[in-house]
């Protein structure tokens, strides 16, 4: 699952490793996600470290009776000194910079961030990691933009250049299969629990997390 909605995701502003909490729709989102989960069962419930994920995770855990572990692997990735400008902001002050981020250049690192090989690495590393542990077993992953990218591209072969042409909603539900060849993908992007909410909060913008 991606973080509820936060003030960051309605401002269009980079969020990255800024520990932004969720604001009052992401929270309304993660009720809601937690209600449209609750006739299944978890072995586990795990999320990144950061609050907003940390926070919709939270939601879940009356479905496992366990306390949720956080994983920093599952982070987003690092963009440096680009978290807290939006996408024009970017465009205007590192021209350059924010036409290789653009074109996803996998090598391309913002200043102070990760390239997207290296948060790719850790991220699909993470997830691989916690699949094995529970291998046989159901777990619930509470993560972000940026890392359900990742996700999408291992279990569907598509290289990390390839734009991005499916949609990544807040609060979503996206599901895998972990076997020996690796990810499969199930569903993705289930928003259909957050149809009853105010326009408003059904969707952030999408881009870096």
Known sequence: MRHGQTDWNAGQRIQGHTDIPLND??????????????????????????????????????????????DVGLRERCFGDFEGLSHGQVE???????????????????????????????????????????????????????VL????????????????????GNASINRLLHAGEGFTLIGWNDDAHLLAAPPHVLQAAPGPD
Do not use: K, M, N
């Not at 999408?152 to 990390?160: G, V």
């Open 149 to 168: 990218d990742c996700l999408y591209r291992a279990a569907t072969h598509l290289p990390l250049e390839a734009p991005r042409s499916w949609q990544l």
């Open 25 to 70: 729709a992401g929270r309304l989102q993660a009720r809601q996600l937690a209600a449209a989960l609750a006739d299944e069962r978890f072995d586990a419930v795990y999320a990144s470290d950061l609050a907003r994920a940390r926070q919709t995770a939270d939601a879940l855990t009356p479905l496992t009776g366990t306390a949720v572990r956080t």
């Open 92 to 146: 205007a002050a590192w021209p350059e910079q924010s036409r290789r981020w653009r074109r996803r250049d996998p090598h391309f690192a913002p200043p102070g961030g990760e390239s997207l090989w290296v948060f790719y690495a850790r991220c699909i590393g993470a997830a691989e990691r916690l699949a094995l542990r529970h291998a046989g077993q159901s777990i619930a992953i509470v993560a972000h933009g940026g």
